[in-house]
């Protein structure tokens, strides 16, 4: 069955670091378009970054632009995102997606999401 498992989250001092991983299998992960969307308390989930899968061209939110990084390993099944310089508003829990269109069949699974939290 499809999972996507996502680790590295936990708190951090602002101006921090952390590197999430979001572990998949049961698909061909190589053909899946790998993204990563985050949830604060008592909003919407957002989108903050994505990568193809052919020619891995990378695509961020303006807000994430410059300080946030999304990597994918074909060959160990896992996307990455590393995130630099945080802040307090980057609070959130962050979900790992793959999706994959063809025609009208859209393939879209979701990770159980791990916490971040940025506070001193």
């Known amino acids: 069955q499809v999972q996507l498992v996502e680790s590295g989250g936990g708190l951090v001092q602002p101006g921090g670091s952390l590197r999430l991983s979001c572990a998949a299998s049961?698909?061909?992960?190589?053909?899946?378009?790998m993204s990563w969307y985050r949830q604060a308390p008592g909003k919407e989930r957002e989108w903050v970054a994505s990568?193809?899968?052919?020619?891995?061209?990378?695509y961020y939110a303006d807000s994430m632009l410059g300080r946030f990084t999304i990597s994918r390993d074909n060959a160990k099944n896992t996307v990455y995102l590393q995130m630099n310089s945080l802040k307090p508003e980057d609070t959130a829990v962050y979900y790992c997606?793959?999706?994959?269109?063809?025609?009208?069949?859209?393939?879209?699974?979701w990770g159980q999401g791990t916490q971040v939290t940025v506070s001193s």
């Open positions: 997606n793959a999706k994959k269109t063809r025609g009208f069949t859209v393939d879209n699974y």
């Open positions: 049961g698909f061909t992960f190589s053909s899946f378009t």
């Open positions: 990568m193809t899968p052919a020619t891995s061209t990378t």
